[in-house]
């Protein structure tokens, strides 16, 4: 699975979901580590950091996400942010 063509199949998986007798998909999404600015001393890291160009394509691909609602039947995303 790549960034081309995970959309076409998470379409695929909530419409088989959907006829194999399931109400739907709920989908988490958490963005709290794309909101770090900065990456802490070496020493003091844990998991993945990305840089602002990572964070804002990963907003763009929500956002093409959020454009295609119409297409997914069954699909409940709830995206987790930091205030």
Do not use: C
């Amino acid at each position: 699975m790549s960034r081309h063509n995970a959309r076409s199949l998470l379409l695929s998986l909530t419409r088989w979901l959907r006829l194999a007798g399931h109400a739907g998909l709920v989908l988490r999404l958490d963005l709290s580590r794309l909101a770090v600015a900065r990456r802490p001393p070496a020493g003091l890291r844990d998991g993945h950091y990305y840089s602002k160009a990572a964070a804002l394509d990963a907003y763009e691909l929500l956002r093409q996400l959020i454009d295609g609602t119409d297409e997914f039947e069954g699909l409940f995303v709830a995206v987790l942010v930091p205030p």
